[in-house]
Nanobody, 125 residues
Framework: QVQLVESGGGLVQAGGSRRLSCAASGRTFSGIAMGWFRQAPGKEREFAASITWSSGSTLYEDSVKGRFNLSRDKAKNTVYLQMNSLIPEDTAVYFC??????????????????WGQGTQVTVSS
């Protein structure tokens, strides 16, 4: 079973930047897409961003569009979420996700079959 390991979370001041990394185990990535969901305190998990592995096409939630950038490194089976202009509302546990088997909406959590443990991002005002 493929494992996803996130890193890069921490405390950052509003207006600052942070880069999250997610590495998938294995020699090569054979899935459809990788991305990120996030869960703020007291709220349900929500879609943040995703990238189609083969084409590199990205999709962003409106609330992060223009501030977050998702990229991939095929040689390292790794995706990076560059977060800029952070605001307190971005405070959440960020979960790396991968889709290997399921078909469905990219923004739906049920579409993704593999989840990381999450990394905490806290944005102070």
């Amino acid at each position: 079973q493929v494992q996803l390991v996130e890193s890069g979370g921490g405390l950052v001041q509003a207006g600052g930047s942070r880069r999250l990394s997610c590495a998938a185990s294995g020699r090569t990535f054979s899935g459809i897409a990788m991305g990120w969901f996030r869960q703020a305190p007291g709220k349900e998990r929500e879609f943040a961003a995703s990238i189609t592995w083969s084409s590199g096409s990205t999709l962003y939630e409106d609330s992060v569009k223009g501030r977050f950038n998702l990229s991939r490194d095929k040689a390292k089976n790794t995706v990076y979420l560059q977060m800029n202009s952070l605001i307190p509302e971005d405070t959440a546990v960020y979960f790396c996700v991968a889709n290997f088997r399921r078909s469905g909406p990219i923004t739906s959590a049920e579409t993704y079959d593999t989840w990381g443990q999450g990394t905490q991002v806290t944005v102070s005002s």
